[in-house]
C-alpha cells in the first residue's frame, strides 16, 4: 500500500474543486475591477478628445475676431463644421512694409477624433445660436460638441453634458 501512495501523481478531484472555486471567487472580483478600469480609459479618452476639439474651435474663433480669416457674419466666427477644422482655412498674414500681405493654409486639427462613447466619429454639436439643452444642431456654426452616447459616468454625471 505504501508502494502504491508513493507513486502516486495528479490531483484528486477534492483539489481540483477547491482550486477551482477559489479561481471563480477571484475571477468575480475582478471582473467589476477590470469592468471599472475599461470605463475609466474611455471616459478619459473622451475627455482628451473633447479638449482638443474645443482648443481647435477656440483657435479657429480666436482667429476671426482677430479678422486673420474670412468668414459669414451668421456664424459669429465660429467653424461652419469639424471638417473646416481639419482642412484648414486660409490666414491673412500681414507683410512688412510696402508688401503687400501674405496668405496661407492654417489647418486646425489632423483629424477629427473618434468618440470612444459611441466608438465612432459622429459628435453632437451645438451652434452658437442653439439653446444650451438642444439635442438638434442648428447648423449655423460649431460653437461647442458634445458625445451623443447616452450613458452615465462613474462620477453620476451623464457624458453628454461633459
Known amino acids: 500500500m505504501r508502494k502504491f501512495l508513493a507513486h502516486r501523481k495528479g490531483f484528486t478531484l477534492i483539489e481540483m474543486l477547491v482550486t477551482?472555486?477559489?479561481?471563480?471567487?477571484?475571477?468575480?472580483a475582478i471582473f467589476p475591477l477590470a469592468k471599472?478600469?475599461?470605463?475609466?480609459?474611455?471616459?478619459?479618452?473622451?475627455?482628451?478628445?473633447?479638449?482638443?476639439?474645443?482648443?481647435?474651435?477656440?483657435?479657429?474663433?480666436?482667429?476671426a475676431d482677430e479678422q486673420k480669416i474670412e468668414f459669414d457674419e451668421d456664424t459669429e466666427g465660429y467653424p461652419p463644421d469639424l471638417e473646416t477644422l481639419v482642412e484648414g482655412v486660409e490666414v491673412i498674414e500681414e507683410g512688412k512694409e510696402g508688401e503687400e500681405p501674405k496668405t496661407k493654409i492654417v489647418k486646425f486639427l489632423r483629424?477629427?477624433?473618434?468618440?470612444?462613447?459611441?466608438?465612432?466619429?459622429?459628435?453632437?454639436?451645438?451652434?452658437?445660436?442653439?439653446d444650451l439643452d438642444s439635442d438638434v444642431w442648428g447648423g449655423e456654426n460649431v460653437y461647442d460638441i458634445y458625445t451623443k452616447g447616452?450613458?452615465?459616468?462613474?462620477?453620476?454625471?451623464?457624458y453628454r453634458e461633459w
Open 111 to 130: 483629424r477629427i477624433p473618434k468618440d470612444p462613447m459611441t466608438n465612432s466619429f459622429e459628435w453632437g454639436l451645438r451652434s452658437y445660436q442653439d
Open 36 to 63: 471599472t478600469a475599461v470605463k475609466r480609459e474611455r471616459e478619459i479618452e473622451l475627455q482628451r478628445n473633447l479638449r482638443i476639439i474645443r482648443e481647435a474651435i477656440d483657435a479657429y474663433k480666436k482667429l
Open 20 to 28: 477551482l472555486t477559489l479561481l471563480a471567487i477571484l475571477a468575480t
Open 150 to 158: 447616452l450613458a452615465t459616468a462613474l462620477d453620476g454625471t451623464k
